[in-house]
Protein backbone atom coordinates (compact mmCIF):
# COMPACT_ATOMS: atom_id res chain seq x y z
CA UNK A 1 0.00 0.00 0.00
CA UNK A 2 1.50 3.29 -1.20
CA UNK A 3 1.09 7.09 0.82
CA UNK A 4 -1.54 8.05 -2.12
CA UNK A 5 -3.15 4.75 -1.43
CA UNK A 6 -3.73 5.37 2.69
CA UNK A 7 -4.67 8.86 2.09
CA UNK A 8 -7.36 8.78 -0.86
CA UNK A 9 -8.59 6.18 1.12
CA UNK A 10 -9.08 7.81 4.25
CA UNK A 11 -10.86 11.22 2.30
CA UNK A 12 -13.01 9.15 -0.14
CA UNK A 13 -15.87 8.65 2.91
CA UNK A 14 -19.59 6.74 1.16
CA UNK A 15 -21.57 10.67 0.60
CA UNK A 16 -23.69 8.91 2.65
CA UNK A 17 -22.14 8.77 5.95
CA UNK A 18 -21.53 12.13 6.01
CA UNK A 19 -24.84 13.63 6.49
CA UNK A 20 -25.64 10.65 9.09
CA UNK A 21 -22.75 11.45 11.32
CA UNK A 22 -23.65 15.66 10.97
CA UNK A 23 -27.27 14.62 11.99
CA UNK A 24 -26.17 13.76 15.39
CA UNK A 25 -24.73 16.91 16.45
CA UNK A 26 -26.65 20.22 17.50
CA UNK A 27 -24.63 22.45 15.13
CA UNK A 28 -22.45 22.38 12.38
CA UNK A 29 -19.86 24.16 14.80
CA UNK A 30 -18.45 20.27 15.72
CA UNK A 31 -17.99 19.22 12.10
CA UNK A 32 -14.32 20.78 12.20
CA UNK A 33 -13.42 19.33 15.61
CA UNK A 34 -15.03 15.76 14.34
CA UNK A 35 -12.46 16.22 10.94
CA UNK A 36 -9.39 16.76 12.56
CA UNK A 37 -10.41 13.73 15.02
CA UNK A 38 -10.48 11.64 11.99
CA UNK A 39 -7.28 13.44 10.56
CA UNK A 40 -5.50 12.57 13.43
CA UNK A 41 -6.69 8.79 13.62
CA UNK A 42 -5.41 9.06 9.88
CA UNK A 43 -1.98 9.81 10.31
CA UNK A 44 -1.75 7.53 13.90
CA UNK A 45 -2.62 4.56 11.46
CA UNK A 46 -0.40 5.75 8.58
CA UNK A 47 2.14 6.29 11.40
CA UNK A 48 1.65 2.26 13.12
CA UNK A 49 2.16 0.89 9.71
CA UNK A 50 5.16 2.63 8.55
CA UNK A 51 6.68 1.14 12.05
CA UNK A 52 5.65 -1.64 11.43
CA UNK A 53 7.18 -2.10 7.88
CA UNK A 54 10.19 -1.15 9.43
CA UNK A 55 10.36 -3.14 11.67
CA UNK A 56 9.57 -6.36 9.97
CA UNK A 57 11.62 -5.22 6.84
CA UNK A 58 14.60 -7.60 5.22
CA UNK A 59 17.54 -5.67 5.01
CA UNK A 60 20.23 -6.88 2.56
CA UNK A 61 23.19 -8.22 4.40
CA UNK A 62 26.44 -6.44 4.47
CA UNK A 63 30.04 -8.07 3.53
CA UNK A 64 33.44 -7.19 4.05
CA UNK A 65 35.20 -5.72 0.80
CA UNK A 66 37.97 -4.49 1.75
CA UNK A 67 40.42 -5.99 -0.48
CA UNK A 68 38.31 -6.91 -2.70
CA UNK A 69 38.78 -7.05 -6.69
CA UNK A 70 37.25 -3.50 -7.80
CA UNK A 71 34.62 -5.64 -10.20
CA UNK A 72 33.45 -7.91 -7.56
CA UNK A 73 33.12 -4.60 -5.55
CA UNK A 74 31.01 -3.27 -8.09
CA UNK A 75 29.19 -6.15 -8.35
CA UNK A 76 28.25 -6.80 -5.13
CA UNK A 77 27.34 -3.22 -4.30
CA UNK A 78 25.05 -2.43 -7.46
CA UNK A 79 23.38 -5.66 -6.75
CA UNK A 80 23.10 -4.52 -3.08
CA UNK A 81 21.54 -1.28 -4.23
CA UNK A 82 18.99 -3.05 -6.64
CA UNK A 83 17.70 -5.13 -3.43
CA UNK A 84 17.16 -1.55 -1.56
CA UNK A 85 15.32 0.42 -4.56
CA UNK A 86 13.25 -3.49 -4.83
CA UNK A 87 12.75 -5.11 -1.55
CA UNK A 88 9.90 -6.95 -2.61
CA UNK A 89 11.62 -8.22 -5.85
CA UNK A 90 12.38 -12.34 -5.69
CA UNK A 91 14.54 -11.78 -8.30
CA UNK A 92 16.73 -9.26 -7.34
CA UNK A 93 17.65 -10.92 -3.54
CA UNK A 94 17.96 -13.90 -6.16
CA UNK A 95 21.03 -12.14 -8.09
CA UNK A 96 22.62 -10.25 -4.78
CA UNK A 97 22.48 -14.24 -3.72
CA UNK A 98 24.08 -15.11 -6.55
CA UNK A 99 26.78 -12.71 -6.71
CA UNK A 100 27.38 -13.08 -3.17
CA UNK A 101 27.87 -17.11 -3.48
CA UNK A 102 29.76 -16.62 -6.37
CA UNK A 103 32.48 -14.80 -4.33
CA UNK A 104 32.29 -17.25 -1.36
CA UNK A 105 29.85 -14.81 0.80
CA UNK A 106 27.92 -18.09 1.53
CA UNK A 107 26.33 -17.07 4.57
CA UNK A 108 25.24 -13.58 3.29
CA UNK A 109 24.12 -15.49 0.17
CA UNK A 110 21.85 -18.20 2.14
CA UNK A 111 20.09 -15.41 3.89
CA UNK A 112 18.96 -13.64 0.53
CA UNK A 113 17.76 -16.83 -1.11
CA UNK A 114 15.74 -17.06 2.35
CA UNK A 115 14.06 -13.92 1.46
CA UNK A 116 13.27 -14.61 -2.51
CA UNK A 117 11.94 -18.27 -1.13
CA UNK A 118 9.83 -16.06 1.39
CA UNK A 119 8.53 -13.99 -1.87
CA UNK A 120 8.70 -16.43 -4.56
CA UNK A 121 7.89 -20.10 -2.25
CA UNK A 122 7.45 -21.91 -5.93
CA UNK A 123 10.74 -21.41 -7.28
CA UNK A 124 12.84 -24.41 -6.63
CA UNK A 125 16.11 -22.10 -7.44
CA UNK A 126 15.77 -20.91 -4.30
CA UNK A 127 15.50 -23.75 -1.59
CA UNK A 128 18.41 -25.57 -3.87
CA UNK A 129 20.73 -22.54 -3.68
CA UNK A 130 19.87 -23.19 0.00
CA UNK A 131 21.26 -26.58 -0.16
CA UNK A 132 24.31 -25.28 -1.91
CA UNK A 133 25.35 -22.57 0.71
CA UNK A 134 24.93 -25.42 3.13
CA UNK A 135 26.36 -28.68 1.77
CA UNK A 136 30.27 -27.47 3.14
CA UNK A 137 29.20 -26.58 6.24
CA UNK A 138 25.51 -28.45 7.64
CA UNK A 139 25.41 -31.31 5.37
CA UNK A 140 22.14 -32.52 6.72
CA UNK A 141 20.23 -29.22 6.53
CA UNK A 142 21.11 -29.34 3.11
CA UNK A 143 19.74 -32.43 2.36
CA UNK A 144 16.40 -30.58 3.63
CA UNK A 145 16.38 -28.10 1.19
CA UNK A 146 17.13 -30.72 -1.53
CA UNK A 147 14.51 -32.98 -0.89
CA UNK A 148 11.93 -29.41 -0.72
CA UNK A 149 14.07 -28.87 -3.82
CA UNK A 150 12.70 -32.35 -5.55
CA UNK A 151 9.47 -32.23 -4.25
CA UNK A 152 9.11 -28.80 -5.94
CA UNK A 153 10.50 -29.99 -9.47
CA UNK A 154 10.55 -33.65 -9.46
CA UNK A 155 11.45 -33.88 -13.45
CA UNK A 156 14.86 -32.37 -12.21
CA UNK A 157 17.64 -34.76 -12.67
CA UNK A 158 20.19 -32.56 -11.61
CA UNK A 159 18.52 -31.93 -8.38
CA UNK A 160 17.89 -35.18 -7.33
CA UNK A 161 21.73 -36.29 -8.40
CA UNK A 162 22.54 -33.32 -6.04
CA UNK A 163 20.51 -35.27 -3.29
CA UNK A 164 22.27 -38.37 -3.88
CA UNK A 165 25.67 -37.16 -3.85
CA UNK A 166 24.83 -35.31 -0.63
CA UNK A 167 22.76 -38.61 1.14
CA UNK A 168 26.03 -40.74 0.03
CA UNK A 169 28.67 -38.24 1.99
CA UNK A 170 26.23 -38.03 5.14
CA UNK A 171 26.69 -42.62 4.68
CA UNK A 172 22.52 -42.26 4.61
CA UNK A 173 23.58 -45.46 1.41
CA UNK A 174 19.89 -46.41 1.27
CA UNK A 175 18.29 -43.17 0.78
CA UNK A 176 21.18 -41.86 -1.81
CA UNK A 177 20.46 -45.52 -3.79
CA UNK A 178 17.11 -44.58 -4.38
CA UNK A 179 17.96 -41.45 -6.04
CA UNK A 180 20.84 -42.68 -7.79
CA UNK A 181 18.51 -45.69 -9.47
CA UNK A 182 15.90 -42.87 -10.76
CA UNK A 183 19.50 -41.35 -12.79
CA UNK A 184 19.87 -44.69 -14.33
CA UNK A 185 17.81 -43.90 -17.57
CA UNK A 186 19.07 -40.38 -17.51
CA UNK A 187 21.41 -40.07 -20.89
CA UNK A 188 23.87 -37.55 -19.15
CA UNK A 189 24.03 -38.82 -15.65
CA UNK A 190 23.33 -42.47 -16.00
CA UNK A 191 26.87 -43.30 -15.86
CA UNK A 192 27.48 -40.86 -12.82
CA UNK A 193 24.92 -42.51 -11.06
CA UNK A 194 25.92 -45.78 -11.66
CA UNK A 195 29.60 -44.89 -10.44
CA UNK A 196 28.06 -43.92 -7.27
CA UNK A 197 25.74 -47.47 -6.73
CA UNK A 198 29.06 -48.72 -7.40
CA UNK A 199 30.51 -46.32 -4.30
CA UNK A 200 27.56 -47.86 -1.85
CA UNK A 201 28.18 -51.30 -2.85
CA UNK A 202 32.02 -50.98 -1.98
CA UNK A 203 31.13 -48.98 0.99
CA UNK A 204 28.63 -52.00 2.28
CA UNK A 205 31.62 -54.76 1.64
CA UNK A 206 29.81 -55.70 -1.33
CA UNK A 207 32.86 -56.05 -4.00
CA UNK A 208 31.33 -58.42 -6.52
CA UNK A 209 28.66 -56.15 -7.12
CA UNK A 210 30.85 -52.98 -6.82
CA UNK A 211 33.24 -54.17 -10.16
CA UNK A 212 30.22 -54.82 -12.09
CA UNK A 213 29.17 -51.55 -11.84
CA UNK A 214 32.60 -50.12 -11.89
CA UNK A 215 33.06 -52.33 -14.66
CA UNK A 216 30.71 -50.40 -16.81
CA UNK A 217 31.62 -47.00 -15.94
CA UNK A 218 34.85 -48.09 -16.57
CA UNK A 219 34.34 -47.53 -20.18
CA UNK A 220 32.61 -44.24 -19.96
CA UNK A 221 34.56 -41.12 -20.96
CA UNK A 222 32.25 -39.44 -17.87
CA UNK A 223 33.90 -41.74 -15.17
CA UNK A 224 36.37 -43.89 -16.46
CA UNK A 225 39.20 -42.56 -14.33
CA UNK A 226 37.18 -42.38 -10.97
CA UNK A 227 35.89 -45.84 -11.90
CA UNK A 228 39.70 -47.49 -12.30
CA UNK A 229 40.64 -45.19 -9.12
CA UNK A 230 38.19 -47.03 -6.91
CA UNK A 231 38.59 -50.54 -8.77
CA UNK A 232 42.39 -49.72 -8.06
CA UNK A 233 41.09 -49.45 -4.09
CA UNK A 234 39.32 -52.56 -4.47
CA UNK A 235 41.75 -54.24 -5.72
CA UNK A 236 43.98 -53.40 -2.92
CA UNK A 237 41.55 -54.20 -0.33
CA UNK A 238 41.40 -58.07 -1.70
CA UNK A 239 44.92 -58.37 -1.48
CA UNK A 240 45.16 -58.52 -5.25
CA UNK A 241 48.37 -56.37 -5.65
CA UNK A 242 48.83 -57.17 -9.10
CA UNK A 243 45.22 -55.66 -10.11
CA UNK A 244 45.77 -52.85 -7.89
CA UNK A 245 49.27 -52.13 -9.51
CA UNK A 246 47.46 -52.13 -13.23
CA UNK A 247 44.42 -49.97 -12.33
CA UNK A 248 46.36 -47.16 -10.46
CA UNK A 249 48.90 -47.38 -13.83
CA UNK A 250 45.34 -46.76 -15.79
CA UNK A 251 44.52 -44.24 -14.01
CA UNK A 252 47.82 -42.23 -14.56
CA UNK A 253 47.60 -42.56 -18.24
CA UNK A 254 43.82 -41.24 -18.04
CA UNK A 255 42.98 -37.50 -18.79
CA UNK A 256 40.71 -36.25 -15.59
CA UNK A 257 36.96 -36.49 -15.90
CA UNK A 258 35.09 -33.96 -17.17
CA UNK A 259 32.89 -32.07 -14.21
CA UNK A 260 29.14 -32.96 -14.14
CA UNK A 261 27.09 -29.94 -15.60
CA UNK A 262 25.22 -28.14 -12.90
CA UNK A 263 23.00 -25.77 -15.04
CA UNK A 264 21.89 -23.92 -11.49
CA UNK A 265 25.19 -23.64 -9.91
CA UNK A 266 25.98 -22.44 -13.41
CA UNK A 267 23.80 -19.67 -13.38
CA UNK A 268 25.97 -18.88 -9.90
CA UNK A 269 29.33 -18.96 -11.31
CA UNK A 270 28.47 -16.95 -13.94
CA UNK A 271 27.81 -13.77 -11.31
CA UNK A 272 31.79 -14.16 -10.82
CA UNK A 273 33.75 -11.45 -11.08
CA UNK A 274 37.47 -10.21 -11.57
CA UNK A 275 40.09 -12.19 -13.55
CA UNK A 276 40.84 -14.76 -11.46
CA UNK A 277 36.86 -15.66 -11.41
CA UNK A 278 36.57 -15.40 -15.38
CA UNK A 279 39.48 -17.49 -15.74
CA UNK A 280 38.16 -20.14 -13.63
CA UNK A 281 34.99 -20.27 -15.56
CA UNK A 282 36.21 -20.49 -18.93
CA UNK A 283 38.30 -23.20 -17.76
CA UNK A 284 35.01 -25.28 -16.16
CA UNK A 285 33.08 -24.72 -19.26
CA UNK A 286 35.91 -26.40 -20.88
CA UNK A 287 35.80 -29.36 -18.69
CA UNK A 288 32.06 -29.66 -19.19
CA UNK A 289 33.12 -29.97 -23.00
CA UNK A 290 31.03 -26.80 -23.58
CA UNK A 291 33.94 -25.62 -26.16
CA UNK A 292 31.75 -23.14 -27.80
CA UNK A 293 31.59 -21.26 -24.57
CA UNK A 294 34.84 -21.60 -23.39
CA UNK A 295 35.86 -20.36 -26.27
CA UNK A 296 34.03 -16.80 -25.65
CA UNK A 297 35.06 -16.72 -22.69
CA UNK A 298 38.59 -17.14 -23.37
CA UNK A 299 38.64 -14.40 -26.34
CA UNK A 300 37.22 -12.14 -24.06
CA UNK A 301 39.88 -12.67 -20.86
CA UNK A 302 42.52 -12.13 -23.30
CA UNK A 303 40.86 -9.12 -24.59
CA UNK A 304 40.40 -7.27 -21.48
CA UNK A 305 43.33 -8.53 -19.54
CA UNK A 306 46.07 -8.64 -22.25
CA UNK A 307 48.94 -8.63 -19.87
CA UNK A 308 47.97 -11.15 -18.14
CA UNK A 309 50.44 -14.36 -18.91
CA UNK A 310 48.14 -17.10 -17.08
CA UNK A 311 45.21 -16.02 -19.41
CA UNK A 312 47.45 -16.45 -22.56
CA UNK A 313 49.01 -19.78 -21.17
CA UNK A 314 45.22 -20.84 -20.25
CA UNK A 315 44.22 -19.63 -23.80
CA UNK A 316 46.89 -21.24 -25.38
CA UNK A 317 46.08 -24.92 -23.72
CA UNK A 318 42.03 -24.40 -24.37
CA UNK A 319 43.37 -24.32 -28.14
CA UNK A 320 46.14 -26.81 -28.10
CA UNK A 321 43.41 -29.51 -26.85
CA UNK A 322 40.97 -28.31 -29.92
CA UNK A 323 44.37 -28.51 -32.31
CA UNK A 324 44.11 -25.19 -33.30
CA UNK A 325 47.64 -25.56 -33.30
CA UNK A 326 48.57 -21.69 -35.01
CA UNK A 327 46.56 -19.87 -32.88
CA UNK A 328 47.87 -21.82 -29.63
CA UNK A 329 51.45 -21.12 -31.02
CA UNK A 330 50.51 -17.45 -31.01
CA UNK A 331 49.01 -17.32 -27.00
CA UNK A 332 52.19 -19.28 -25.82
CA UNK A 333 54.28 -16.67 -27.32
CA UNK A 334 52.39 -14.08 -25.86
CA UNK A 335 52.60 -15.73 -22.50
CA UNK A 336 56.73 -16.42 -22.63
CA UNK A 337 56.66 -12.83 -23.87
CA UNK A 338 54.79 -11.23 -20.56
CA UNK A 339 56.76 -14.08 -18.42
CA UNK A 340 59.56 -15.82 -19.79
CA UNK A 341 60.55 -17.96 -17.03
CA UNK A 342 57.26 -19.32 -17.35
CA UNK A 343 57.96 -23.65 -17.17
CA UNK A 344 54.42 -24.68 -18.78
CA UNK A 345 55.01 -21.85 -21.01
CA UNK A 346 58.34 -23.53 -22.35
CA UNK A 347 56.81 -27.23 -22.47
CA UNK A 348 53.36 -26.19 -23.86
CA UNK A 349 55.08 -24.30 -26.66
CA UNK A 350 57.62 -27.28 -27.52
CA UNK A 351 54.13 -29.29 -28.03
CA UNK A 352 53.17 -27.20 -30.95
CA UNK A 353 56.25 -28.04 -33.28
CA UNK A 354 56.03 -31.19 -32.47
CA UNK A 355 52.12 -31.69 -34.06
CA UNK A 356 53.60 -30.45 -37.14
CA UNK A 357 57.21 -32.43 -36.93
CA UNK A 358 59.78 -29.81 -36.01
CA UNK A 359 61.50 -31.90 -33.88
CA UNK A 360 64.62 -29.50 -33.61
CA UNK A 361 62.46 -26.54 -32.15
CA UNK A 362 60.19 -28.82 -29.72
CA UNK A 363 63.78 -30.29 -28.22
CA UNK A 364 64.79 -26.64 -27.32
CA UNK A 365 61.55 -25.84 -25.57
CA UNK A 366 61.55 -29.17 -23.57
CA UNK A 367 65.06 -28.71 -22.68
CA UNK A 368 64.56 -25.49 -21.29
CA UNK A 369 61.03 -26.81 -19.67
CA UNK A 370 63.43 -29.53 -17.99
CA UNK A 371 66.39 -26.80 -16.77
CA UNK A 372 63.55 -24.42 -14.99
CA UNK A 373 62.04 -27.81 -13.73
CA UNK A 374 64.22 -30.59 -13.51
CA UNK A 375 61.57 -32.96 -11.91
CA UNK A 376 59.58 -32.65 -14.99
CA UNK A 377 59.27 -35.99 -16.50
CA UNK A 378 56.93 -34.84 -19.34
CA UNK A 379 59.57 -32.75 -20.57
CA UNK A 380 61.81 -35.43 -20.39
CA UNK A 381 59.50 -37.78 -21.70
CA UNK A 382 58.98 -35.44 -24.85
CA UNK A 383 62.35 -34.56 -25.26
CA UNK A 384 62.99 -38.22 -25.87
CA UNK A 385 60.68 -38.76 -28.72
CA UNK A 386 62.03 -35.84 -30.11
CA UNK A 387 65.60 -36.80 -29.88
CA UNK A 388 64.53 -40.69 -31.13
CA UNK A 389 62.88 -38.95 -34.69
CA UNK A 390 66.12 -36.59 -35.17
CA UNK A 391 67.95 -40.41 -34.61
CA UNK A 392 70.37 -39.15 -31.50
CA UNK A 393 69.96 -42.57 -29.47
CA UNK A 394 72.61 -41.64 -26.62
CA UNK A 395 70.14 -38.53 -25.79
CA UNK A 396 66.75 -39.89 -26.25
CA UNK A 397 67.78 -43.08 -23.60
CA UNK A 398 69.22 -40.38 -21.51
CA UNK A 399 65.95 -38.24 -21.81
CA UNK A 400 63.65 -41.31 -20.79
CA UNK A 401 65.94 -42.57 -18.14
CA UNK A 402 65.48 -38.87 -16.65
CA UNK A 403 61.64 -39.29 -16.83
CA UNK A 404 61.47 -42.53 -14.96
CA UNK A 405 63.80 -41.14 -12.04
CA UNK A 406 61.24 -38.38 -11.79
CA UNK A 407 58.24 -40.43 -12.14
CA UNK A 408 58.81 -44.22 -11.76
CA UNK A 409 55.47 -45.08 -12.68
CA UNK A 410 55.44 -43.97 -16.03
CA UNK A 411 54.76 -47.31 -18.05
CA UNK A 412 55.39 -45.64 -21.53
CA UNK A 413 58.85 -44.43 -20.35
CA UNK A 414 59.54 -47.53 -19.54
CA UNK A 415 58.75 -49.19 -22.38
CA UNK A 416 60.13 -46.78 -24.89
CA UNK A 417 63.72 -47.30 -22.91
CA UNK A 418 63.18 -50.93 -24.01
CA UNK A 419 62.85 -50.38 -27.51
CA UNK A 420 66.20 -48.27 -27.62
CA UNK A 421 68.06 -50.59 -25.30
CA UNK A 422 66.61 -53.84 -27.26
CA UNK A 423 67.76 -51.97 -31.09
CA UNK A 424 71.38 -51.11 -29.21
CA UNK A 425 71.52 -54.67 -28.62
CA UNK A 426 71.29 -54.59 -24.58
CA UNK A 427 68.64 -57.34 -24.26
CA UNK A 428 69.17 -57.82 -20.84
CA UNK A 429 68.26 -54.43 -19.87
CA UNK A 430 65.90 -54.03 -22.90
CA UNK A 431 64.22 -56.87 -21.07
CA UNK A 432 64.18 -55.80 -17.19
CA UNK A 433 62.43 -52.11 -18.69
CA UNK A 434 59.80 -53.86 -20.77
CA UNK A 435 58.83 -56.07 -17.66
CA UNK A 436 58.85 -53.17 -15.41
CA UNK A 437 56.54 -51.68 -18.32
CA UNK A 438 53.93 -54.37 -17.97
CA UNK A 439 53.84 -54.47 -14.21
CA UNK A 440 52.94 -50.99 -14.61
CA UNK A 441 50.31 -51.39 -17.82
CA UNK A 442 49.61 -54.84 -18.44
CA UNK A 443 47.56 -53.78 -21.34
CA UNK A 444 50.91 -52.32 -23.04
CA UNK A 445 50.64 -54.39 -26.73
CA UNK A 446 54.10 -52.81 -27.91
CA UNK A 447 55.98 -54.05 -24.69
CA UNK A 448 54.43 -57.63 -24.90
CA UNK A 449 55.10 -57.83 -28.31
CA UNK A 450 59.00 -57.12 -27.83
CA UNK A 451 59.03 -58.91 -24.94
CA UNK A 452 57.84 -61.83 -26.79
CA UNK A 453 60.93 -61.50 -29.40
CA UNK A 454 62.95 -61.33 -26.90
CA UNK A 455 62.50 -63.96 -25.12
CA UNK A 456 61.64 -62.63 -22.25
CA UNK A 457 58.21 -63.45 -21.19
CA UNK A 458 56.49 -62.84 -17.69
Not at 84 to 108: M, N, Y
Not at 288 to 293: M, R
Not at 365 to 391: Q, S, T, V, W
Request: charged share 25%.
Amino acid sequence: MTNNEIMTNDDQHPPSLVPSLDKGFKSRRWRPWLMLVVLLAGVGGAGGWYAWLSRTKVRPPTVNLDGADPEVASAVTKARDKVIRSPRSPAAWGKLGKILAAHRFLEAARTCFIEAERLQPEEVRWPYYQGLMLVFSDSDAAIVQFQHAVQLRDSESTMHFRLAETLAGQGRLDEAEEQYRRLRDDPSLAPRAELGLGRLAYQRGDLEAARALLGRTATRPTTQKAAHSLLAEIAQRSNDLASATRERAIVTQLPDDPDWTDPFLNEITREKAGRDARLDYALGLSRQHLFGDAATEFQNLVKEYPEWDQAWLNYGRFLLDNQAYPEAEAAFRTALRLAPDSVNGQFYLGVVPFQRGDYSEAAAHFREAARLKPDHAMAYYNLGHCLKRLIDLPGALAAFREAVRCQPNMANAHTNLGVLLAEQGNKAAAVAELRLSLDLNPEDETAKKLLAQLGGEK
